[in-house]
């Protein structure tokens, strides 16, 4: 607990960077240094900001890719509980599917976009689809292992007190394991958000941050991909936040 | 308390081999064992390091398939590991993430009994080996021996007609070792089950035996059995069990130096 509070607390040397960012970015725009069109002015941003948050488009788009990566994360997250779980008991399950699984996680994912795009259209199931597969592998790969490394000493417990497949899986595989299945759980969610971002940008249909972003560059508005940006740098420091406090609770 | 009756068994060990594959090589762990058990008795294994005491152990609570040769328990042939052997692994091997309680309850999660007599039974066992009061500690708020008690309770819940002790008080330090010698005899009178215990504790044999088994080293063999004529309660100091202490001194000390 007093980790957790450490963690958590915020330290003001932390501003140190953003701040003299900040001062450089305001300096570099008032004397002229760089083309305005490039780096836009920190008080024309400021402007477009209070705009944007005034606005309603902003917030849709934020709320969009937040349901978005909670669908995927959720579809993705449960596949890769069940095929963890399974290729982590069963070494049959393990011989067959494993060599699999390892081939298709080495494929970088947005190459699988192409395909996505082909079988499910340009739309909102693509989108969730590829989201559900960056937190697939995560959270399979993770589980798998956690399962395979339970303990024999353990295992024999359950053998000498009779205990049938599923109450070997209930009462010892899935609690031992239950470490590693959060890791691949928070690495899932981590993944999970860098596939929304991507998703939307490569297949820009709907609303969503990385669609705003998107449009924003087709518009050349630099001012509104700095805000996007900076409210991604938020979002994943809040998303770091809770997956960290999370490992420190244990 | 309510005393339970079981049904003790005996354990028969006919000509058994092992051998283990290390890197490649064979190694012989046991070669021809022959051993009979008496329902109610209480048996000790002794022997120097990697003589296969534990193997036999392990054979008899069905964890390990012998190369050659047969066991039976209560006159049926042993197939694979069952309640009929409850086991207490020299790591206590308590479930971290369990309490006590839920841990000697595992050993009755294939027994077909009404919660209430399930609470029942643990309480019992609870009691039985002196961790009233600590029914709902976590593993690792608990001290080596009384880690070790919470197992013994584990591998008695299911009420086995034997008890398999590979070394439970190898770990502890010899105050609590002697305090746990007294609690297993008193458990051993109690259930009413036969205990086969691993040891390399010559004191400890002695002091806690009907019989004590002497193993030879690579490959193990059966190098003698010693009975323990001593009525109980043994005093720790009676002369007649430095006698047999020295005697079984001698025999293992002459093993080493073959």
Redesign the interface.
């Known amino acids: 607990m007093t980790q957790n509070v450490l963690r958590t607390r915020v330290d003001h040397r932390a501003f140190v960077v953003p701040v003299v960012l900040l001062v450089l970015w305001a300096i570099a725009s008032s004397l002229r240094l760089v083309d305005p069109h490039l780096l836009v002015p920190p008080a024309t941003v400021a402007a477009t900001l209070v705009q944007m948050l005034g606005g309603a488009d902003y917030w849709s788009a934020v709320g969009s890719s937040l349901a978005r990566v909670c669908g995927g994360f959720v579809l993705g997250g449960a596949a890769g509980l069940v095929v963890g779980v399974v290729l982590g008991v069963s070494r049959i399950a393990e011989r067959i599917g494993a060599p699999t699984l390892h081939g298709a996680r080495s494929v970088a994912l947005f190459a699988w976009i192409p395909l996505l795009t082909a079988w499910f259209g340009d739309g909102e199931v693509a989108k969730v689809a590829l989201i559900a597969l960056a937190a697939f592998f995560p959270v399979a790969l993770n589980t798998e292992r956690g399962c395979r490394q339970v303990s024999n000493?353990?295992l024999?417990?359950g053998?000498?007190?009779?205990?049938d497949r599923w109450?070997t899986v209930r009462?010892?595989i899935l609690?031992?394991a239950?470490r590693s299945i959060v890791t691949g759980l928070q690495l899932g969610l981590t993944t999970a958000w860098i596939g929304t971002i991507g998703a939307e940008y490569l297949v820009d249909q709907g609303t969503g941050i990385g669609i705003a972003l998107s449009s924003a560059r087709i518009d050349n508005r630099m001012d509104i991909i700095l805000i996007y940006m900076l409210t991604l740098a938020l979002m994943g420091l809040a998303l770091n936040l809770i997956v960290r406090r999370n490992v420190v609770d244990d | 308390m309510i005393e339970r009756v079981a049904e003790r068994a005996s354990v028969e060990i006919r000509d058994v081999w092992k051998s283990f594959a290390v890197d490649g090589a064979e190694v012989r762990a046991l070669e021809g064992i022959s051993l009979t058990v008496a329902p109610g008795e209480f048996v000790s294994i002794i022997g120097p390091s990697g003589c296969g005491k534990s193997t036999l152990l392990r054979l008899v609570a069905g964890l390990e398939v012998p190369d050659r040769g047969e066991l039976w328990v209560d006159s049926s042939p042993v197939t694979g590991p069952s309640l009929r052997c409850g086991i207490a692994f020299q790591d206590h091997r308590l479930f971290p993430w369990l309490t006590v309680a839920a841990n000697i309850g595992l050993g009755l999660l294939k027994t077909p009994r009404s919660q209430a007599e399930k609470r029942n039974a643990i309480q019992r066992l609870v009691d039985l080996v002196g961790l009233t009061g600590f029914e709902n500690a976590y593993p690792r708020q608990l001290s080596g021996g009384m880690a070790q008690r919470a197992s013994i309770a584990r591998s008695l819940a299911a009420e086995p007609q034997i008890l398999l002790l590979d070394e439970p008080l190898g770990a502890l330090d010899a105050l609590t070792r002697a305090r746990m010698q007294a609690e297993l005899l008193r458990i051993w009178e109690r259930e009413r089950v036969t205990v086969a215990m691993v040891t390399h504790d010559v004191t400890e044999a002695v002091l806690l035996s009907d019989r004590i088994v002497v193993m030879g080293r690579r490959p193990g063999r059966v190098r003698e059995v010693l009975t323990v004529d001593v009525p109980r309660p043994r005093p720790r100091n009676a002369f007649s069990l430095a006698t047999l202490s020295a005697q079984l001194a001698e025999l293992l000390e002459g093993d080493l130096d073959n």
């Open positions: 000493a353990l024999e417990v053998r000498v007190l009779e205990f109450t009462r010892i609690p031992a239950s």
